[in-house]
Structures are given as C-alpha cells and as structure tokens.
C-alpha cells in the first residue's frame, strides 16, 4: 500500500510529528452476512478501531469508511488534537471495507469462499455491515457525521441514502454517488493489468502475480496526479525524480493481495446510489432523499471523480455545500497527498462539524 | 489494430464510401542506417506509399508520417476528391513509422537485432530515414507540407525543426513537439501493461503475450476518450454498450507486435525537439528556428497531448496558426475518430494548404 491512492494519507500521516497513536484493531461479527446479490458471505468479519470516547446521548460518533486499498488508518491525517476530528472530542470509528484484507476479503476468508470463490460485493454490503457495527455493536442510533475520502466518500453517500436519519452529516472528499463509464472504463485498465499476469490464474494463484501487480501500479501513476502535478516538477519535492516515481508506483500494490484488489475494483465499478431499492434507478431521486448536511469536496484536478461530476451531484442534494480543492494533485489531494492542503482539509472539515452542533461533548 | 487510437481513423475511413484504393507498398532501402544513438541499423528499411503525381516543379509533395500503433492508411480520412489531400491535386507520400511492424521493426529484422535485440530508436531517426526518401529517392527538396497525428506530429514538428527548409507548411494533428514527464508515465502504464504478461519474456517470446496486449487495449480505454464522451454516450453510437467498448479495446492490439508496440512507446516517450543537436535543449530556441508556417490542431478534450501544452508551443513557433478541435472524443479526434470533426479537420486542412501555394500544379 505504499503507493495506492489512499497511502498518500498515510506517508503524510507516518510524516507527521503528531500521527495518532495506533489505536487496536477490533473485530464486529457479521455471521452469516446475507449480500446484496443474495450470496451469503458466511463468519462474515468487519475489522475496526475506535479513539475517543463515547459520550451519554451518543452523539459524538464519526465514521470513517476506508478508501480503495486502504484501511482503517487512512484518515490518520485528519485526527489528532487541532485537527478536523480530535479524539478528545469526538469518538471516532474507522472501518475497513469488505475486501480490503481485514475485513472479509478473497485473501482472509477460508474455503468455500477463499480467494478467486469469494463473492462480488457491493458499496450497500459495506452499509449494511457498517450499520449493524454502528446500531448494534456499538449502540449508536445517530452518527455525527460519515466522513470519506473516495470510495470512503462513495460509502459516505451511500450511509445518507440508505440510511438517511442515521447521521447529521457527510463529508464526501473525492468521491461520487455513482461511478460514471469513464471511470468504469478507466478500472477495467486497473483490472486487465492485474489479469494480464497469468500467475493470477483467474484468482487461484499459488504465489503474488507480482508482475500484474507491479503492471497496476504503472496503471496508476498517470491518473493519480493531474498533468499540471507533473508538469509543475511537484514529483521533484517527492520522490527526485520521474523514474523514482515509476519506481514507487510499480511496487506500491506488492504488499496487497491481488484477488482483494480486484473485489474492491468491481465494488467500485457498480457503485451507484441510485440503485437503492425504492430509488427505481433515479439519481436526482436518490440524492434528493437525503437528509443529513452534505459537504462535497472534489478536487479541481482529479482524474477519478471529476468535480464537474460531483458539482452535478451536488445540484441534487438538499442544502449541499461544495468547496473543490484548490490542488494540481489530483484525486489524491482528498487523501492528504497534497501537504498543502492538508491544514485547509482539517479546518474546513472541523468546522463543518462543529456547525452540526454536538450535544453532551465530554470535552466541552 | 482495431482500436488504437489511430484505427479510429481507420475505421472512419472503411465507414466511408470514398475510401481510397490501396496504394502499392514499396520499400525504400537505407542500407546500414546510424541511428541517433551510434547503433547501426543495418539493411534498414522504409516502407511507404504514394499516391497522386509530382508535378515539374516538385512543389506539391505532401508527407504523412505514421501515428502509433497506425500505418501508411492512417490518414486516409484526409484524403480523397473534395478531401484536404486530393491526389488529383497532390503528391502524397504516406511513411510507416519505423517500428510500425512494416518499416524496420523489431518484429520483421533478422537475426542479430531481432525483437528484444533491436535497437531503442528516436523520432529523429524517423526524420532522418524520410528525409533520405524525399529528397534522395524521391528527389524532392521542398516539401509542400508535413502532416501529422499523433506520433506522426511529433515527427512532423521534428522535421520542422530539423530540415527548417525542407517544407512549407506542417499540421500538427493532436500532436506535441516534447513528451511531457505526465504522458511519460502514462506510457509507462501502456508499457507496463505489456510486461505484466510473463509470455513477453523480456521480449524473447514465442508466441504472443496475448494476456499483455489484451492489458495494452485496457489500459488505452480511458485515456482515448474524454470523460464527457463516455458521460453523453456517445459510445452508444459506436459499439452499443461499455461492455462492447472494452470487448472492442481488450482485443485492439492482439494483430500487432508487442516488441514493435513496446519500441514505438519507448520512442514516443523521448520526443523533444529541444535535444536536436545544436538547440541546447532549449524548447523555445527549438521551436524559434521553425521556418514552415505551422497549424497546430490540439484537441480540447485530448488527454495524450493536452491543449494547453499546444497552445504554449505555438506561442514559441514564429506565426502559427492554432484550431482547438472542439470535440468530446479526446485524442481520436485528431485521428478522424469523432464523424463530426472529419469535416471540418478537412476543410481546415485544405484551405491551409491551398494558402501555402502550389506552383504548376497539374490539376489546376
């Protein structure tokens, strides 16, 4: 994970003199976790941390959905004392989304369903599963807020549809409600580099197809960025030069699994809030159903989520504030890849959650 | 060569009714040919067409220098009574790029520089190889325009650069006269795609890394087009569904060569007319010593060579010309790819060639 996306929120975190400390993960039982699709997905596992703690009338919480080959420690670089969500005040969840490799995923679930015989999954199997960890496990009627970066954004989307009074507020950074052709299209790419390594074996693979991986790494790097990024030098300040970023990006996925890798690609490929049930296939209806304060943060220059897209998105939720991040890194500057933007991500997130009002706040 | 980039002209071309008739292929010997880098090519050869008639004054030769993965049938959309290239009016000198599987390719030299063991060519060593074509076996010195997409652009601003008297006029189709470091990485993601495929076997394979070049076509997907043209559907009208498209795209390069696909990419990657000898890697020096009127045609929406990197080359070209395509279909509109555009790139086309003059011209 060293070069995904979602790892630019992590090396800046792993930067920062004030990381979190680690927090432990936990484990939430799903049982025998019925899918959208109808597949039971059995011993089902969501993988978690919380900090902070709890208040009386329990509304402190704030969720945090983990990104396309992420985890529970990619928002590290919002959390801290001074930052958007400080565990002094705030309790503060952090879930691993289904297929990730901590959470129930193609590499860590034993047969019938291991690797390539794992189920296709979809953004709502992570709501439910989340929801019942939220509502049940931890007996959280309504969440505070549901803040995520990119496929933790689309999560965060899908949270304020489905379940549209379990929250107060969503911050969606680099994410869309549903994913357009272009970027369907752009992650079928991501997959054929993976697939193009036979070693993969249509998933039953003996040992890493490090070739494939190494292939989805080099898919990546153009997209990550926007070509000002490139064009401006910013690599120079990050890794020297261009071949050291070739170098980066072609092992940055060696450390994940690449039957996980593809689960999370297809989720990503079938998001669309506009599937809901009862929605009929109706985005403007969907989007229009929700009740929670929407904060929308596109980057002006990502390749993935294009801000006119969410921008577009936007027009159709009630009362949604847009602010689109000045930055040339493109989809990563939603990640904390853009140092820059990090203290205007952290402050205009603080407030916004500050302005939905918390009740009983223990440090307060 | 179904759905590269430059088969989008293609395909328009086999669409259309006036579809010119194959011209000949002929092979123009260069005999032991020194490339840029002191290697010797040798019994290299330069395989091209021709079409129409010089006229006495040798004043009407248009050159068309191939785009990757295209071929001496790549401009054909251009071509034609009525079209921007009559052969009624015009001399047309169509190259293959070497590399293209046609001219000297790692696919088609013996033994001992055959696939893996060619040798890593520069676009000068195309510029190089035409030159000796036109004015040496074809006994021209001035060339009435050079007229390009894509690679076949880059080559067309090289010949500007390098041969300042050797033409009158160049149209740079979607095309830059530099690689940027962001369409460097990109092309190592197309690079990468091919490697993925342990049959590449560093190039010393034995039958196609078909997995690879299925990879190659995915990873173009996304890039070929411009996010609207997926947003408006517009491939609804070319293959019916995404699904078709990415069938399409997957199976684009499995006619071709994967050293020849690997050694034009890794020529397209070092394009710089700053490095011609004597301009010190000075992009503006470079481009200050253009003596052809030049018409820059970048396409708004091109995610290969973006517009705005066009238009800041134009401002460094002595009194060119600039046409922002205004099209949805990104690159391949520079290639004939958007029905829409063919017209009007012809027209353009045309009436900038008329202005540049021709002298006894047999047709008028």
Chains 1, 2 share one sequence.
């Not at 049930?277 to 929308?296: C, E, F, N």
């Not at 390749?303 to 990563?332: C, K, M, N, W």
Request: hydrophobic share 40%; charged share 20%; aromatic share 8%.
């Amino acid at each position: 994970m060293i070069a995904g996306v979602s790892t630019t929120g992590r090396a800046q975190a792993q930067q920062s003199k004030s990381r979190p400390e680690a927090a432990e993960l936990k484990t939430f039982d799903l049982g025998d976790f019925k899918l959208e699709n109808g597949k039971i997905l059995t011993a089902a596992k969501l993988a978690y941390t919380t900090r902070g703690t709890l208040n009386a009338s329990k509304t402190n919480a704030i969720l945090l959905p983990s990104p396309y080959s992420g985890d529970h420690t990619s928002y590290d670089f919002l959390i801290g004392p001074g930052r958007a969500i400080d565990p002094a005040v705030y309790f503060i969840i952090a879930t691993n989304q289904l297929g990730n490799g901590r959470s129930s995923s193609p590499s860590n679930t034993p047969a019938p369903l291991h690797g390539a015989d794992f189920p296709s999954l979809a953004i709502r199997d992570d709501i439910e599963a989340t929801h019942r960890l939220v509502a049940q496990g931890l007996g959280i009627e309504k969440l505070l807020a549901v803040v995520g970066f990119s496929m933790g954004g689309q999560q965060a989307m899908q949270w304020a549809v489905s379940f549209p009074e379990a929250m107060r507020g969503v911050v969606n950074l680099c994410g869309s409600a549903r994913e357009y052709p272009f970027g369907f299209v752009r992650l079928e790419g991501a997959k054929g580099a993976i697939k193009a390594d036979p070693t993969w074996n249509g998933g039953r693979y003996t040992e890493p197809p490090v070739a494939g991986l190494r292939a989805l790494g080099l898919h990546w790097i153009a997209w990550a960025y926007s070509p000002e990024w490139w064009r401006d030098g910013e690599y120079k300040a990050r890794g020297g030069t261009i071949e050291k970023q070739v170098d980066q990006w072609a092992s940055g996925f060696l450390d994940q699994d690449a039957n996980d890798l593809l689960c999370q690609a297809v989720k990503w490929q079938a998001n669309d809030v506009a599937t809901t049930p009862g929605m009929g296939g109706d985005l403007a209806r969907a989007l229009g159903s929700i009740k929670a304060k929407v904060l929308l943060m596109p980057s002006r220059t990502d390749q993935y989520f294009l801000a006119a897209d969410v921008e577009a998105e936007g027009r159709l939720i009630p009362g949604s504030r847009l602010f689109v991040i000045p930055s040339t890194y493109g989809h990563t500057a939603g990640g904390g890849g853009d140092p820059a933007m990090v203290p205007v991500l952290n402050r205009m997130i603080k407030e916004f959650l500050e302005s939905l009002g918390v009740e009983g706040n223990p440090a307060r």
